[in-house]
Each structure stands twice: as C-alpha cells, then as structure tokens.
C-alpha cells in the first residue's frame, strides 16, 4: 500500500529565503509525482506534474525534483515571498491494486514572514 | 467556464438529511475524482469516474455514501442520513486522461453537519 509523507508539516521562513520541501513515497512503482499548494479555504492548485521518466520539472521560481529509487521528491522554492504562504501537497499515482487514485501526503505549511 | 465548478460551496445541514454535492469538470476532460478534506486532515480519495468505465468506489466510507456521472460530464456525490462526522470539504477534480494526467482541482463543498 503506497504511503505518502511529507516534511516538515511546517514551516516559517523570512522573505527571500530559499526553501526545500520534501515528500517521501513508500512504493517506488508510481506513473508521476504532482505537487499541489492550498491557499485556506480554497482548492488544490497544481504547480507542477513530474513523469516518473522524469527528474525534475521547473516553472519560475519552482523547482521539483524526482527519485523514484529513493522514494522521494523535493519542492525548491527560490527567493520565497510572503505570496508564497500557503499548505504545499505531493501525490502520487501509482500502478498496481485495482485503483488509479493519487495518494496525498498530508502537506507543509509554508509561512513566509515579510 | 475554463475550471471545476462545484456547488454548493457551502452547505449546513441537520444530522440524518441527504445532502447532494455538484460537480462540473472541465469540458472534455475524461476523469474525474472525489476526494474529502477534513479539518486538520490529508486528503482522502472517495471515487474515481474513468471514461465510460465502471468507477472505482474503493474509497467510498459506507454505503450512505454514492455518486453518479451523467453523460461523461457532470457527478454528483450523495450523502444519505448524514452525520456529524460527514463534516469536511468535499473536493472535485478532473483530468484530461483516464489515467495519469495532470489533475484540476475546484474550489470545494464546505459541508457542516450539526
């Protein structure tokens, strides 16, 4: 059974810092990784979709990384702004079982102190 | 409109009534999931609706709860004899593939039972 992990569950940065958040996943047999932010009260934003044939992915100051060997993922956040504050999600996709659902980890949630 | 409309986006309702939750994915998109968010709590998976498939109901809590998709397009989630721990954010998302592809989330269902 594929589990997800995600640390830490939070954290407080000051503006302009460059910050790493981490996802952990327990079966290595996964289709993608896809990171997701949540602003309070709303829903998933997507930010960016890693193939499992990938490494990683960029899109302007993100930065996502993939090691399926390992069983992890790394969200980089460059020169972080106070508009960056929001909970961050993984999921995955996996194969096998009977289901093609994405499995969640439960989020960090990223404060960025002006 | 270009997104996952769903509605309502607020529902108070009293212990042991029905509730229904609607969602509208994006046009043409073939997938589409149910997932709930309770307060403090991962996302958990409810169904997934693939093409003209039978969907995937492994993750439905009990049998009060049931969903439906009419003609590929729109879903609703039922919720019979509701209960207080029903209370959670009700999540749609949709994706242009049956399997794998990106995920678009709405904006959510608040539902509070009292």
């Known amino acids: 059974k594929q589990e997800v992990t995600q640390i830490p569950a939070a954290l407080s940065v000051p503006e302009g810092e460059n910050l790493v958040l981490n996802c952990s996943f327990t079966d290595s047999a996964i289709y993608n990784l896809q990171w997701f932010r949540q602003d309070p009260g709303k829903g998933l934003t997507s930010l960016l979709l890693?193939?499992?044939?990938?490494r990683e992915q960029t899109s302007g100051r993100l930065n996502a990384s993939l090691d399926k060997s390992s069983g992890r993922s790394t969200l980089y956040i460059a020169a972080s702004q106070p508009g960056d504050s929001a909970t961050y999600l993984c999921a995955v996709a996996s194969y096998g079982g009977a289901t093609n659902k994405l499995i969640f980890g439960t989020g960090t949630l990223l404060a960025v102190q002006p | 409109g270009a997104g996952v409309s769903q509605s309502p986006s607020n529902k108070v309702t009293e212990k042991g009534k029905d509730v229904e939750l609607r969602c509208d994915p994006i046009?043409?998109?073939?997938?589409l999931y149910w997932y709930r968010q309770s307060l403090g709590q991962g996302l958990e998976f409810l169904i997934y609706?693939?093409?003209?498939?039978?969907?995937?109901k492994s993750g439905l809590p009990s049998d009060r709860f049931s969903a439906e998709r009419t003609g590929g397009s729109v879903s609703t989630l039922t919720i019979q004899r509701t209960q207080q721990e029903d209370s959670a954010v009700y999540l749609c998302?949709?994706?242009?593939?049956?399997?794998?592809?990106?995920?678009?989330f709405g904006e959510g269902s608040r539902l509070t039972v009292l």
């Open positions: 609706f693939q093409g003209n498939s039978a969907p995937d």
């Open positions: 890693i193939q499992s044939s990938q």
């Open positions: 046009s043409g998109h073939t997938a």
């Open positions: 998302a949709s994706g242009d593939r049956d399997f794998g592809g990106e995920l678009f």
